[in-house]
């Protein structure tokens, strides 16, 4: 046995991946217990609180950041599948608890363990995925939040450079906005169409099989659109495809 | 200002449609954000430069009362003479009364934004003063009867094309040919007998140097050297942010400007205005008036958005905006358009007319990364989106929307019985992997399809299998 005692992970299942897509949750759990970790799920976690944070509705973001880091607080790490929860429990926590001094020490030490998993399976367990075979070519999208606020990048293309076959093409405006954000794509739903067009046609231009990214918000945006549009292109998040799991559907696919 | 008629919805709606609109913002901002990219991998210490200009203008906004006094003072002695403006309706009047004081009946303008901010081409027009615009983009929107669109590339939203059929309809004698060469010589043609015969010259500043009470305006054009030199009268409309400590300074930012702005290493003029003629001075206007303009900013010193006071108008922001790029600067309704213009445009018009430029952000980012002063610029949109929801500006929809959501969130018994019913209702809407119809988020189906649920939520499935698991031991 291993003298390192494997550290205790609490996976954040994300509000769209619960309803939506709730294979990344399995394949989040596969890829923390190949990495060597013990993984729990708390029952007192629902949604990060970005839908309230971003509409101005603090009171309510301030009570989720409460029950989200007292659900987590048994666990040495936070992590999830997602760049943008990660990135709003990292940065946007500590700032909305930092007048509460019952919380605000609390927050702070949430956020130093919270981690979005690409980041964590690399920069924090040093794992790369083993014996995984994909034969297809893929592009990958940068999701702005965890790209930016996270400075999440070299991470999930270190782990795909890992799978045997995987052959990567480079995406036009790879860093650029696919036009979801969040709410912004009902509010505003005319902009964001034509934002996500032009992704679409990125996506479609580099003649990748499969397109990629590390948040569901954006993959169901680009999905939604290229299928839409009669595009041929598979989406996948990117560790779906690093557990193996691109042999079943995709999104928006039934087996 | 002159209100817009309709809201920032339609205005949004009335760009996408226009294909010729798409055109020039791609050629501009894709040309600009490729300049800039060029200019900074040329640049290893841009990091470095950054930091010191924010240092700066931190500096600055922090001893904002010191080096007014100071610049005040060094003006005064160079012979300018200072005056002070609360608000842009007072602005417009000092410099409205400088022009009828002294009897002028043709102004000169060199590209201002803050002169756009105070609306000081209507004052003028009301005055019956003529005003001709100089800068080649100016005197473009001017002849359409236009207002800036871009605070760099104010005619940015026009094709040549369309440029070439508003000179050959406003210029006399029309340009013989429509090369960008062959109009430039006819709108200098046109300019060159404006510059000489006007009474006024009216220019904005970039930077007002405290030590020695200069002002500095840079341009590729040298229009506002032509605009602030033959006149007999030159006026500076500055807002009091423009301060900065010393020439040295002046120089620190002027590096990041021009390379965020053009990706150019340093513009083409970059010109100190140090009070009027002198005796023995060959050229340059017997009187100097600088008019100092507040408007807001003072306010914006002690509350959230006081960083937005670094900003040194170099446009980067919108050049690399998603949501500009798709509809250009006009939709945004203000002054200043993009993502700095949806923080200030609150600020000098108010909340309740401008709540939706706030919201009209997919908050990723790319703007702050971009600023060469590191403004926080989503952070601060947000706060306006905190500040709307606590003076209840927000719609009630969307208010009742987030209060349910919201209230489901804290209980999570309740919410997960809620996502099973939610997950099952929605499989319902679908066929075959996609929903091409939701009736509460039309705005998402009517130009995209939602993947459709699985029949289970995964903490359903997660705690089937535990249970499972737990059985089996």
Redesign the interface.
């Known amino acids: 046995m291993s003298a390192k005692p494997s550290p205790r992970v609490g996976l954040f ?1 994300t ?1 769209l ?6 294979g990344i ?2 394949a989040a759990i596969q890829l923390l217990e190949e990495a060597g970790c013990r993984v729990e ?1 708390p ?5 990060c ?1 970005q ?8 009171t ?1 973001a301030a ?2 950041a409460r ?1 989200t880091i007292a659900a987590f607080e048994g666990c040495d790490h936070v992590v999830l599948p997602s760049g943008s929860c990660a990135g709003t429990m990292v940065h946007a926590y500590p700032e909305l608890l930092a007048g509460d001094p019952q919380w605000a020490a609390r927050a702070r030490a949430f956020a130093a363990k919270t981690h979005e998993i690409t980041s964590f399976l690399v920069d924090v367990m040093g794992y790369r995925p083993q014996g995984r075979r994909l034969d297809a070519s893929a592009t990958y999208h940068d999701s ?2 965890g790209l ?2 996270l400075g999440i990048a070299a991470q999930p293309r270190a782990l795909l450079a890992q799978v045997e076959g995987l052959r990567m093409r480079p995406l036009e405006g790879n ?3 696919c ?18 067009t032009e992704k679409a046609e990125a996506v479609e231009r580099s003649g990748a099989d499969i397109l990629l990214a590390g948040d569901l918000g954006c993959l ?2 680009m ?3 290229l ?2 549009r009669g595009a041929r292109t598979r989406c996948f998040h990117t560790i779906e495809v690093l557990a193996g799991h691109a042999d079943g ?1 995709g ?4 087996g | 200002m002159t209100a817009p008629q309709t809201g920032f ?1 339609e205005r ?2 009335a760009a ?1 449609s226009d294909g010729a609109l798409k055109i020039a913002i791609d050629r501009t901002t894709g040309t600009a954000e490729r300049k800039r990219a060029t200019a900074l991998a040329a640049f290893p210490e841009f990091d470095a430069a950054r930091e010191r200009g924010k240092a700066i203008k931190d500096h600055v906004i922090a001893h904002l009362d010191h080096y007014l006094e100071m610049f005040e003072r060094n003006a005064t002695a160079a012979g300018a003479q200072v005056h002070w403006a609360t608000d842009d309706a007072e602005a417009r009047a000092i410099v409205t009364r400088i022009c009828l004081d002294a009897d002028a009946k043709l102004v000169t303008r060199s590209k201002s934004m803050l002169g756009e901010e105070i609306g000081l081409p209507h004052a003028l027009a009301d005055a019956g003063i003529e005003r001709v615009e100089t800068d080649l983009a100016e005197h473009i929107i001017q002849l359409a009867g236009e207002r800036p669109s871009h605070i760099v590339w104010p005619a940015m939203h026009r094709t040549r094309e369309q440029v070439a059929d508003l000179f050959r309809t406003g210029h006399n004698p029309p340009p013989a040919a429509e090369d960008p060469g062959t109009m430039v010589q006819s709108a200098r043609r046109e300019l060159r007998a404006k510059f000489l015969a006007a009474d006024i010259g009216i220019s904005g500043a970039n930077f007002l140097v405290a030590d020695t009470g200069a002002t500095c305006t840079v341009t590729n054009e040298g229009n506002a050297e032509l605009t602030t030199t033959p006149p007999r009268i030159h006026i500076v409309t500055a807002g009091i942010e423009k301060l900065v400590p010393s020439t040295a300074h002046a120089f620190a930012l002027l590096r990041l400007l021009v390379r965020s702005a053009t990706g150019g290493e340093m513009t083409q003029y970059t010109t100190f205005h140090h009070g009027p003629k002198r005796a023995g001075d060959a050229d340059g206007p017997e009187e100097m008036h600088i008019v100092l303009v507040d408007n807001g900013r003072s306010r914006m010193l002690g509350d959230e958005f006081r960083e937005m006071l670094r900003c040194i108008r170099c446009g980067a922001c919108m050049n690399h905006c ?2 500009y790029r ?2 250009g600067g006009h939709a945004y309704g203000g002054t200043y358009p993009g993502p700095m213009g949806a923080v200030l445009t609150p600020v000098l018009d108010g909340l309740a007319q401008s709540r939706d430029l706030a ?8 703007c ?2 971009v600023c060469p002063v590191g403004i926080p610029l989503p952070t601060l949109l ?1 706060a ?7 003076e209840r500006l ?1 719609p009630g929809s ?1 208010r009742a929307g ?2 349910l ?2 209230m ?3 209980r ?1 018994a309740l ?1 997960r019985m809620a ?1 099973r019913i ?2 099952r209702a ?1 499989r319902l809407l679908g066929r ?3 929903i ?1 119809t939701l009736p509460l ?4 189906t ?9 029949g ?4 359903e ?2 705690r089937a299998d535990q249970a499972r698991r737990g059985g089996g031991k």
């Open positions: 299942v509000c991946v619960d309803a939506i897509r709730p949750g399995f799920v029952q007192g976690q629902t949604c609180g839908p309230a944070l971003n509409s101005g509705d603090e309510d009570h989720l029950q702005c939040a930016r606020e860093d650029v906005c036009g979801f954000g969040g709410t912004f794509c009902v509010k505003y739903p005319q902009i964001s169409d034509a934002i996500t169901m945006n999905a939604g659109k299928h839409r559907p999104i928006g696919e039934e | 919805k949004a709606a996408l998603v949501v798709q509809i919201h009209a952000c997919t908050m990723n980012g790319r702050a990364e947000r306006w989106r905190r500040r709307s929801w606590r927000e969307v987030i209060g959501w919201a489901l969130a804290r999570p919410y996502s939610g997950v929605l075959r992997g996609w091409s988020a039309r705005g998402w009517a130009y995209r399809d939602m993947p459709r649920p699985p289970r939520t995964f903490m499935q997660y």
